[in-house]
């Protein structure tokens, strides 16, 4: 499978003497979700809003589609959508207006926008409100147009910041399953959550990151085997996750 995001030897933070994140090595194919984990102040924001091109690595270097920032701005930023934790909306339009916006600024052709926005308005509980301005929504809604904005855009990569909070049960499992039909059409998934016992059934692989290494990464097995190969007996990402942080007890 191609590779989608390829994260080399990247060190960065926000003052050039001091690095908060180091040496990061990984990469992501297509079709692949991937669980970037670790507890606040891990560096999880960070490693991501340097792959945003939101900053700039002390060293290494961030690829999207075999390109850097710096190779083609343009081509770099089409490759990825962003859904934040805290939504960012226009508050002045509608939710229709918003998918719309969307699909424009992607190229999306008109008839699979008709499609697909209806498709998701209906998987997301969110047909009613296809007139409410994004103001009038709850956050939990406002998240949703954020999603559902990311999955009409159907960019190479999509990286998601903490989905869950926020969402009814209904939405999570709506947000899991489009995430499901996302990777078998071959986009990538980088998914930051602490909701350790939900994402452990979801992603292929982990990224486990403590002071801003890391520190373990590999599927759930992989987890698993690392944290009991220092002595524990752990059967669940939370333990694995317990049992990697400084060796600490799972
Ligand atoms: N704007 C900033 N300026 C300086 N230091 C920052 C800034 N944002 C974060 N940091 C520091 O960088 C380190 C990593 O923070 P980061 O936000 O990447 O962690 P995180 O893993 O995303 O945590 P959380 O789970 O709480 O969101 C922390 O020590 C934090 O204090």
């Known amino acids: 499978m191609k590779t989608v995001l390829r994260v080399e030897q990247l060190s960065g933070g926000y003052s050039p003497k001091r690095a908060i994140i180091h040496d990061l090595d990984f990469e992501i194919k297509a079709g692949e979700m991937i669980g970037l984990i670790g507890v606040n102040g891990a560096g999880k924001s960070t490693t991501i809003k340097h792959i945003l091109g939101l900053m700039t690595p002390h060293q290494g270097s961030i690829r999207i589609n075999e390109k850097t920032l ?20 226009f508050e002045e339009l509608t939710v229709e207006e918003h998918l719309r916006l969307t699909a424009m600024a992607y190229g999306v052709p008109e008839q699979q926008y008709l499609q697909q926005s209806e498709q998701l308005l209906e998987r997301f509980h969110m047909v ?80 486990m990151l403590d002071q801003g290494r890391i520190v373990a990464q590999g599927a759930l097995e992989d987890m698993l085997e690392h944290a009991n190969r220092q002595g524990h007996s752990v059967a669940h990402l939370e333990d694995a996750f317990y049992a990697l942080l400084n060796g600490g007890e799972a």
């Open 70 to 89: 710096n190779d083609d701005v343009e081509q770099y930023r089409s490759g990825y959508t962003y859904v934040p934790e805290t939504p960012i909306l």
């Open 128 to 207: 009613k409100k296809r007139k409410a301005l994004t103001a009038h929504l709850s956050k939990g809604m406002k998240q949703k147009v954020m999603i559902m904005s990311a999955l009409l855009a159907k960019p190479s990569l999509f990286i998601i910041d903490e989905p869950f909070l926020g969402l009814d049960p209904l939405a999570i499992r709506s947000l899991l399953q489009e995430l499901m039909e996302v990777k078998q059409n071959g986009s990538a998934i980088l998914m930051s959550s602490h909701i350790l016992s939900t994402i452990e059934h979801y992603c292929d692989r982990f990224i």
